[in-house]
């Protein structure tokens, strides 16, 4: 009897996992651009529908009210059903809402639009992150995130340059109908191209090894119950309650402070906003190179990620200084130099929870972060709201923005002391 052969093996090195992190990226900037529009559009809305200060602290509240009550199930949904469907179903639920900021015409339509998109915005940090884990090892993890993270940055670059535009020349409506259509193009690539590392034909078996080179996660899937009494879990969520209401702050409020403070309109807005996300789309790639570098030359994981995040709360510090310069381009430095600095700091938070989670519930983990993230943001944007109606005084706001990010680091010094995963 003969001996058959031995199977071919495969010697291809393929990448694909970075394709699979291109479209994040596309699905991130999407998401930024949709939630961009309206703080752009603010003040001319205000001024032609006539709400206040207060009034729109409530639009904005509206939306992070919804994105934490999407926080509740979306993450346990991703864990559940998976990202291949899983983040079609949320992209199609908020590009419909995001169109449908055109039929609303007082305070409280955009309230209840602001609210469906913030529902189906909630799903993306949780899909993305969970993807992550999936697709990548530790060591490039950060990396990754960085770049998907990057997305945010080009849509909120994108927004200024493109939304301005089509208002003063085709109306507000059609600012976001074309915007939410967006989502749409997406999902057409997305399902095509979409499998697991294990059931996609376009990864070799080397890239496959590779991907599956960290230790073995246990199959775990506690409840939110049994994730609660672990600091780590405490950890990121206080992480993202102390700082995000500051990224919430200079989405939804810089145009209205670059107004106030330095009289730009809105054919004015494009220049500064880009310079400033530009800067912020260089922090979120070079925060996570940063820690992903300092691994590779031997340093402890959690350790990298903290030394990281430290560079970033540093460079968040000088931030309050913008709102005492009389010069618009110092300030647009000093908010940039901010921005980046977040952008940073969140690619390793969210690569923090990659690291201390099993991928089978990183899912659960990022989106209860995010709840405690979208609460604070809502206590914050009412209290921005509330100042701002008073006094106009942004100088409080700012202040506390720069010291957001060194007393979340102290928190998550303290809580974190281990580089265990959590099982």
Request: with cysteine; aromatic share 12%; charged share 10%.
């Amino acid at each position: 009897m003969i001996a058959s052969a031995p199977a071919p093996v495969d010697s291809r090195v393929s990448h694909f996992r970075w394709t699979i992190c291109a479209l994040l990226f596309f699905a991130t900037s999407i998401n930024y651009i949709d939630r961009q529009v309206l703080s752009i559009l603010a003040p001319e809305l205000q001024r032609s529908i006539g709400w206040n200060e207060l009034q729109y602290g409530y639009i904005v509240t509206a939306f992070q009210g919804a994105y934490a009550l999407g926080l509740l199930f979306i993450g346990r949904l991703m864990d559940r059903i998976g990202t291949r469907m899983g983040y079609p179903l949320i992209m199609a639920i908020w590009s419909v809402a995001a169109m449908l900021h055109a039929l609303a015409g007082s305070a409280l339509g955009f309230g209840i639009a602001r609210g469906l998109l913030g529902l189906g915005e909630a799903g993306n940090f949780p899909a993305a992150i969970k993807t992550v884990a999936e697709w990548f090892p530790k060591q490039e993890r950060a990396f990754a995130t960085g770049i998907f993270n990057a997305g945010s940055n080009v849509g909120a670059i994108v927004a200024p340059l493109v939304v301005p535009w089509i208002a003063l020349t085709l109306g507000w409506r059609w600012a976001f109908v074309s915007t939410g259509a967006l989502g749409f193009l997406w999902l057409a690539f997305w399902r095509p191209l979409y499998r697991s590392p294990d059931q996609s034909s376009r990864v070799s078996q080397a890239e496959l090894a590779w991907i599956r080179s960290d230790i073995p996660e246990p199959a775990v899937q506690p409840t939110w119950r049994q994730l609660l009494p672990y600091r780590n879990t405490w950890a990121i969520a206080f992480a993202r309650f102390l700082t995000d209401p500051i990224w919430w702050f200079f989405l939804f409020w810089l145009p209205k402070l670059l107004g106030s403070r330095f009289g730009v309109t809105l054919s004015g807005l494009g220049p500064p906003l880009v310079v400033i996300y530009v800067l912020a789309d260089v922090g979120s790639v070079g925060g996570g190179w940063i820690s992903s570098l300092l691994i590779r030359a031997g340093w402890r994981v959690h350790r990298a990620r903290l030394v990281a995040m430290l560079v970033c709360a540093l460079c968040v510090v000088p931030v309050f200084a913008a709102s005492q310069t009389q010069h618009l381009w110092l300030a647009v430095g000093l908010i940039g130099l901010a921005a980046a600095a977040h952008q940073g700091w969140s690619a390793n938070v969210y690569t923090l929870a990659s690291d201390l989670f099993p991928s089978q519930i990183v899912g659960a983990v990022v989106g209860l972060a995010g709840l405690c993230g979208a609460i604070g943001g809502m206590l914050f944007s009412s209290i921005a709201g509330y100042l701002l109606q008073q006094a106009n005084d942004f100088r409080p706001l700012l202040f506390v923005a720069s010291a957001a990010y060194l007393t979340a680091l102290a928190v998550v010094h303290l809580l974190t002391r281990t580089d265990r995963p959590t099982t």
